[in-house]
């Protein structure tokens, strides 16, 4: 049996078909891949500083005074830094009483004061939690820490 040779635009008609039906399916399924990176792109975590700084009398055996002073800021999205902002009370509470715990030795190396960040990070959350039933910040951060 004998077949006559397909023709040359046959096979172009047959390739463009297949290219526009491939371009039509990107130009469908593009939009959406956009739109989950758009949100997912959107970065608007902000920071916030607790003002005043924190000043805790730190716990000694020494006849003199110690002192511990810590500038913090949290790391959030809007409804987050709003948050903290509205729980700055508890907030502040937590934070005092983990950094009057303290002693000299207990922060004297970067170590030891990382540790610190992680669990003031940590109390906060909890509280944060507590009271909007969320995890709310992302970071926590010692900007200054001074022992007098």
């Given at each position: 049996m004998h077949t006559a040779p397909l023709h040359p635009f046959s096979a172009l008609k047959y390739n463009l078909k297949i290219l526009l039906l491939i371009v039509f399916s990107f130009t469908l399924i593009t939009?959406?891949?956009?739109?989950?990176?758009?949100e997912e792109g959107v970065d608007d975590t902000k920071y916030f500083e607790l003002s005043p700084p924190f000043v805790v009398n730190l716990q000694?055996?020494?006849r003199r005074m110690r002192f511990l002073q810590v500038r913090l800021q949290v790391l959030g999205n809007p409804?987050?830094?709003e948050s903290v902002q509205t729980h700055n009370a508890p907030l502040r509470d937590v934070i005092i009483t983990a950094l009057s715990a303290q002693t000299r030795e207990s922060v004297n190396t970067p170590k030891k004061k990382k540790a610190?960040?992680?669990k003031v990070r940590e109390e906060v959350e909890t509280v944060l939690k507590e009271l909007t039933g969320k995890k709310q910040i992302e970071g926590l951060?010692?900007?200054n820490?001074?022992?007098q």
């Open positions: 939009p959406l891949y956009a739109e989950d990176e758009e000694t055996n020494e409804s987050a830094i610190l960040q992680e951060y010692f900007t820490f001074v022992i």
